[in-house]
């Protein structure tokens, strides 16, 4: 057995049991080892950012982490943007990163780079094998550290010479997945306490993340808020919320510091239930950093490594609060009865979507400036999942639906992707071919990175002249992405107006397999 095999077999151990890839020469050892590996799926994709969104959208469905295989440090280097968004969605992966052969690397070979300083800045853990022999163990540490809670972005880099020599063909067992720490009983008692005071309690707002926001735990926070009068809301871009129908359906944050402002600014207390303090995404001239008020005290009751739906029962036990109407709740008569017709635009495009979203439903959400209104519709729509760009950088949506439609095949996903953003990773439409994901990919093809035109605004700038146009528009020439998602094995339609979208997308919910609608915004 030579290291890459006991590589494998110390993956699949760990219940590591799929593999999205893209490899080089240097790896080709362990591909022949996972060829061996019938237990393990391989995952092609055709770029690095395909390979590692999918690992994220893969983990925020499973709660498990998927291994991901790369090429040296320029192979890693194209696919860190989207593991910057799985550190901040605190996903769980393991990358293996080939490396030159040990006695290579002071040749200084065209594709030699300090791997290690690559991974560094968006990995929780790096490490570099250094013999066959400490393959599999270094494995095993690097699982263990996926593993943790909340998941953890762990990078092995495994030079050649690791991979194809002799190793120890024995069994290295990883640490037992961690699991979540109890309430804090001192906190909940201090947080009852406040909630309970008549005043205090309605300048309240619980600010959720991570698990809280998944339906039970959700539901919790909404019988606190109904019992209290305190308000809700979430981080303004989450991993994996649960909502729709039936369910509470806690509202983000605005992305716009006005908005953000403005929801908070009456709010005295701030409790953070497994979220972060609130920072405006970007620095403006003469614009507040921190969303908060001054004055508005913060209450940490949970953090990520808490047991947060625990966390949010024992709170709700000590107000006495498990009998009382939830607020935000969406009752299930509260469906779109008339659909609106004509061009779309952000503040419509809600309501077709929420109409015709099949149940159980994954929701991939980058759908940027065209889908900022959806947190308005979207508690009308059936049960569903919804996944979001935590990290804000582009180029997450399609690849985060390859990855749930692996760890979910028996449900759809719908992926709202704008048209700049899928350029990004546009090569994740043949791997949804390839492995005939159910996968139905909304283009919102507005041709610009319209995004941008209102953040020049907000920079206090002038309005675009000629060369800023330039930057900011995708025409000329305009984008044809069904001829595009043809090329990749994807049938697509484009439409031009609500009422063919509700049509695309309703005979798409009856039909298996990927189909890309392009609507021409």
């Known amino acids: 057995m030579n290291g890459s095999e006991a590589m494998v077999h110390t993956l699949l151990a760990?219940?590591?049991?799929?593999?999205?890839?893209?490899?080089?020469?240097s790896e080709m050892h362990f591909v022949s080892a996972l060829d061996r590996a019938t237990k393990m799926r391989c995952v092609l994709g055709l770029f690095e950012g395909v390979v590692t969104g999918a690992a994220d959208g893969y983990y925020r469905m499973a709660e498990k982490p998927a291994a991901t295989l790369l090429h040296l440090g320029p192979g890693l280097g194209n696919g860190l943007a989207n593991i910057h968004n799985a550190k901040r969605a605190h996903s769980g992966m393991v990358n293996i990163v080939g490396q030159h052969a040990l006695d290579h690397i002071h040749n200084d070979a065209p594709l030699n780079s300090d791997v290690e300083a690559v991974a560094r800045p968006m990995s929780h853990w790096v490490k570099t094998t250094t013999s066959a022999t400490a393959a599999p163990m270094d494995t095993a540490e690097a699982i263990s550290?996926?593993?943790s809670t909340p998941g953890r972005i762990a990078t092995l880099v495994l030079p050649a010479n690791c991979a194809w020599e002799a190793s120890d063909p024995g069994k290295y067992s990883t640490a037992?997945?961690?699991t979540a720490a109890d309430p804090l009983a001192e906190s909940v008692i201090a947080i009852a306490k406040l909630l309970s005071d008549p005043v205090q309690g309605k300048q309240t707002t619980l600010l959720l993340g991570g698990a809280a926001l998944r339906a039970e735990a959700a539901m919790l926070a909404g019988k606190i808020a109904g019992k209290t009068g305190c308000k809700l809301a979430s981080e303004p871009r989450n991993p994996r919320m649960e909502r729709g129908r039936g369910r509470v359906n806690i509202n983000p944050l605005p992305f716009p510091v006005a908005g953000a402002v403005e929801v908070l600014k009456d709010t005295k207390h701030l409790v953070l239930i497994g979220a972060a303090p609130p920072v405006a995404f970007f620095a403006y001239p003469d614009k507040p950093r921190m969303i908060k008020q001054p004055d508005c005290e913060l209450h940490t009751l949970a953090t990520l490594t808490h047991d947060l739906k625990a966390t949010l029962q024992a709170?709700?036990?000590?107000?006495?609060?498990?009998?009382?109407?939830?607020?935000?709740?969406?009752p299930e008569s509260k469906i779109v009865t008339e659909l609106p017709t004509g061009a779309a635009n952000a503040d419509n495009i809600g309501f077709v979507i929420a109409a015709?979203?099949?149940?159980?439903?994954?929701?991939?959400?980058?759908?940027?400036?065209?889908?900022?209104q959806l947190f308005k519709t979207m508690p009308m729509a059936t049960p569903h999942d919804c996944l979001d760009i935590t990290g804000g950088s582009i180029g997450f949506g399609l690849p985060c639906a390859v990855g749930a439609a692996v760890a979910c095949p028996d449900r759809k996903v719908v992926a709202l992707v704008g048209d700049g953003s899928a350029m990004y990773t546009i090569q994740s439409l043949w791997t949804m071919a390839r492995e005939q994901l159910d996968v139905t990919v909304v283009i919102f093809a507005n041709r610009s990175y319209r995004i941008l035109r209102g953040e020049l605004a907000n920079m206090g700038g002038p309005a675009p002249g000629i060369n800023a146009?330039?930057?900011?528009?995708?025409?000329?020439?305009?984008l044809d992405f069904v001829a595009i998602a043809k090329g990749h094995g994807v049938p697509g339609v484009q439409v031009n107006n609500l009422e063919d979208l509700a049509k695309a997308l309703r005979i798409a919910a009856q039909e298996k397999g990927p189909k890309l609608i392009e609507l021409v915004m």
């Open 14 to 25: 760990g219940q590591v049991d799929l593999c999205f890839a893209n490899p080089g020469t």
């Open 145 to 147: 550290q996926a593993r």
């Open 176 to 178: 037992p997945a961690q």
């Open 315 to 330: 709170l709700c036990d000590a107000l006495d609060a498990n009998h009382a109407e939830p607020t935000n709740f969406a």
């Open 356 to 372: 015709t979203l099949p149940e159980n439903a994954i929701l991939v959400d980058e759908a940027v400036t065209s889908g900022r």
């Open 469 to 478: 146009a330039r930057m900011l528009d995708l025409n000329k020439p305009n």
